[in-house]
């Protein structure tokens, strides 16, 4: 499974494609175009915020044929914007071109089973848990795991969606059945200090490189801050690397796997969960590092030597979601007149939900406590009338 892939090298301007159109998607599209490749997408709808920027782009929904057939006439590398596309569609594409990361990354990490199962199998280190399939099952976790636990579904979470925290003994049922009862898993509560993630690049030579730590707050299960480098010791940073490389390596992965981390308050780290592609908490690295992460993913995509990972300033970054525009636009002039300094990514999309990711935020500053101290007040300052 970690076997080097075959070197293909693919030079400017060919054309590469990404299966997915949301923000991650626009910003590999950016980065491939700004290297000169022609750069498309396959998305869910004509104008979201990848096919917007993009030299082309196919709508429809990745698991259809049609879409897919469209998709591969344009794309001689495809790459994926989210985990959650058939590994069967992978592998219909990668039998004529570079497909990374590859199906087998995609499934694994596309199901809360199969990912705990293969980190467990390989020995790194995770939050207590058990399978929840059936009512034994769950009776056996809250037994097993003791409360409180938390019960996710297995398939299609993110940011806290298809998530129940179980209490008492006697909430488990109803909150399996408030998930529909579907394959879930149950995690023991962790009491962590703070979240961290890691970042890493992998090459097709099987080369590859990780960020520094970056250091992660949510606000109701969404990533809210992200400051990097993460102020948690050299020990712990070089552990959660070391942790993020055996993880890229056991999966085999080419191309960009971010892991994120819970950093018990007994100085442990346990993986929470891992993303085969760019994440939220790497999007500082366009402004902060030498390499974004982005262009780690068209690098490795295109069988490129990766570039530096180094810093050149600590940073930290914002997301700036629906809830900003409640009461109408936000008020850009009051950030820019409070600090000029700061980098506005806004994603294109044109409704705002609550909770929904529109933009984000970027500070360098040679303090990394003042980077996000000065990205705050920028976005407090969206809100001012
Ligand atoms: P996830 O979608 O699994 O990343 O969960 C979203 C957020 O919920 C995490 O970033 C944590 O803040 C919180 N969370 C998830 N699982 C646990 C757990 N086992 N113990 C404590 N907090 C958790």
């Not at 795991?145 to 579904?153: E, S, V």
């Not at 085969?276 to 982005?294: C, D, K, M, W, Y």
Request: a neutral charge.
């Amino acid at each position: 499974m970690n076997v080097p892939e075959p070197s293909i090298v693919l030079r400017p301007p060919a054309s590469l494609g990404v299966i997915g159109g949301g923000q991650l998607g626009r910003m590999f599209i950016q980065a491939a175009q700004r290297l000169g490749y022609r750069a498309g997408v396959l998305g869910a709808i004509p104008d979201g915020p990848g096919a917007q920027v993009a030299h082309w782009s196919v709508v429809g929904p990745p698991d259809s044929l049609s879409a897919l057939r469209n998709f591969a006439g344009h794309a001689e590398a495809v790459t994926v914007e989210f985990e959650n596309v058939s590994a069967p569609a992978l592998r219909w594409l990668a039998r004529t071109r570079p497909v990374r990361p590859g199906w087998r990354t995609v499934w694994v990490s596309q199901n809360r089973l199969r990912e705990k199962t293969f980190l467990a199998r390989n020995n790194l280190p995770l939050a207590p848990w058990r399978p929840v399939r059936t009512e034994v099952e769950l009776a056996e976790a809250v037994r097993g795991l003791g409360l409180p636990i938390i019960l996710k579904t297995a398939d299609s979470g993110y940011d806290g969606k298809g998530q129940v925290r179980i209490d008492e003994a006697s909430q488990a049922l109803s909150a399996w059945n408030q998930l529909g009862r579907v394959n879930c898993v149950a995690e023991g509560w962790v009491r962590f200090a703070s979240e961290v993630s890691v970042v890493v690049a992998r090459g097709a030579d099987g080369k590859a490189l990780t960020y520094p730590v970056g250091l992660n707050r949510h606000e109701r299960h969404i990533l809210d801050s992200t400051v990097m480098p993460a102020s948690v010791g050299p020990i712990v940073s070089h552990e959660a690397q070391d942790l993020a490389l055996a993880v890229a390596q056991a999966l085999g992965t080419v191309g960009v796997l971010t892991v994120e981390f819970f950093l018990t308050i007994e100085g442990r780290l346990l993986i929470n969960e891992i993303a085969p592609r760019p994440h939220n908490s790497g999007h500082l690295t366009i402004e902060a590092a030498v390499t974004s992460q982005f262009e780690q993913q068209v690098r490795a995509l295109c069988g490129l030597p990766l570039g530096s990972t180094d810093l050149a300033m600590p940073a930290s970054m914002v997301n700036l979601l629906g809830d900003l525009w409640k009461d109408g636009e936000p008020n850009w002039s009051a950030m820019w007149n409070r600090d000029p300094g700061v980098k506005l990514h806004l994603y294109g999309k044109q409704t705002a939900a609550p909770g929904r990711k529109m933009g984000h935020l970027t500070v360098l500053d040679p303090d990394a406590d003042t980077a996000l101290d000065r990205a705050i007040a920028a976005r407090r300052a969206l809100i001012e009338r």
